[in-house]
């Protein structure tokens, strides 16, 4: 009963590293997420992916790129990371039906130095 | 424009009261649907209850049920019988996106709850 997977859970980067998170879910959902969770703030959406091989931007994307591998697997990427982005990553899915929730992995907490 | 509004950053409640969570939204479309969402201390996001802008009935889910007061754009979460498992983050989201199918979420900033035994 897996649900959304993220990986890693915990990272820290230098400054200028790059990494990718990896996301992926079980459920069939056609429609995935990348949020970032700041402290005292609410969850911003950076990228998301309304079906499989379209991806779109949110809120907040500068400095992030996607990819929607497939169906199930949904990577977000850090090209030169900078200590702005530490932060709580989430990852999301949702059948894409209007009344249907997100379901949430359980976050990837990324500190950069 | 900000447009989910959560004004109550910390709450406390005794246990076994009922306590109501406040959210207010802003919002042109005519359809639109509000989702609560529950964060302990561990981290995880768990989804509580949802609102259509379309549905009739207020929403119930076990202890947690949703007044929606559509004229006044609020949908103020209420927890019958608090425990003291309750205590966490509570987060109320917007769903954008039907005209592009993204069903995207605007999230508030969220209330801290503390239960108090």
């Known amino acids: 009963n897996a649900g959304v997977t993220q990986t890693p859970k915990f990272q820290v980067l230098k400054t200028g590293q790059s990494m990718t998170l990896q996301c992926a879910q079980d459920m069939n959902h056609n429609s995935m997420y990348w949020y970032r969770q700041d402290p005292g703030m609410g969850l911003r959406l950076i990228y998301y992916s309304a079906s499989e091989g379209t991806t779109d931007k949110g809120e907040v994307p500068n400095g992030y790129n996607v990819s929607r591998l497939n169906k199930r697997e949904f990577s977000l990427r850090l090209e030169s990371a900078a200590p702005s982005q530490t932060s709580v990553y989430f990852c999301a899915s949702s059948e894409g039906r209007s009344n249907q929730p997100q379901h949430f992995g359980d976050g990837t907490r990324l500190s950069i130095l | 424009a900000q447009k989910i509004t959560q004004t109550q950053p910390g709450m406390f409640v005794q246990e076994k009261e009922a306590v109501t969570l406040d959210c207010t939204y802003d919002?042109?479309?005519?359809?639109?649907?509000l989702f609560w969402y529950k964060q302990p201390s561990s981290g995880e996001m768990i989804f509580l209850i949802y609102?259509?802008?379309?549905?009739?009935q207020n929403a119930t889910e076990g202890r947690y049920s949703l007044n929606f007061q559509k004229a006044r754009k609020s949908a103020n979460l209420v927890i019958s019988a608090s425990q003291l498992g309750d205590s966490a983050m509570y987060f109320c989201?917007?769903?954008?996106?039907?005209?592009?199918?993204?069903?995207?979420?605007?999230f508030g900033s969220g209330t801290r709850l503390l239960v108090r035994p």
């Open positions: 919002t042109s479309d005519p359809s639109y649907g």
């Open positions: 609102q259509g802008s379309y549905d009739q």
């Open positions: 989201a917007m769903r954008e996106g039907f005209v592009d199918s993204s069903y995207k979420l605007i």
